[in-house]
């Protein structure tokens, strides 16, 4: 089986997880407003009531509640069928598995914005390490746009950041860093 079959199936299995658990609290939270509507009956009962001829009239804030619920379930599924399946997962780029780390930083740098790969650059110049403050002085960035585009590389796993003092150490992650220095 290919990888990017499993990793589908991966994925499908997740959002399976997702949806039996979304519907599970679905079924539980009936049950629980099947015994507020009634202790003194089954709630069995009063579900297959609820279900067959609706709620009663007296509950309009129970309809409410069962709508809100209802739709924040179908939400929540939403939420992830999206991230597990429409949003592309960018570690799977960076994983240096097939051992050709230049050939992964080259299709990783095609991919940046051009104020993204001058932070890169001024890391590169450094040695692969060095202070935001100094890096938004030579990209010519103020330091907001520099914050915004580190925290976003961060987030991609291009480069690593800590604290230093009131301003923060950036540094080239090395998988990167040693793609982009291999013959």
Known sequence: MGEGVRRDLEKLKILLIMLVSAAGGLAVSGYILALILTPTESP??????ILTKGFPATFPFLVLFSSLLFLSTVLASVVGVIYFLVLPEMKNYYAPSNGNGKENTAMVLRTLKPEERS?????????????????????????????????????????????????????LAKWFHDGMHQP
């Open 44 to 49: 069995l009962e009063v579900l297959s009531q």
């Open 119 to 171: 932070i890169v650059n001024v890391l590169d110049a450094h040695g692969g390490t060095y202070l935001q403050k100094y890096i938004t002085k030579e990209a010519g960035l103020s330091r907001l746009r520099t914050h915004r585009l580190v925290a976003a590389l961060s987030e991609r796993g291009i480069v690593q950041v800590e604290k230093y003092g009131n301003t923060n150490q950036v540094r």
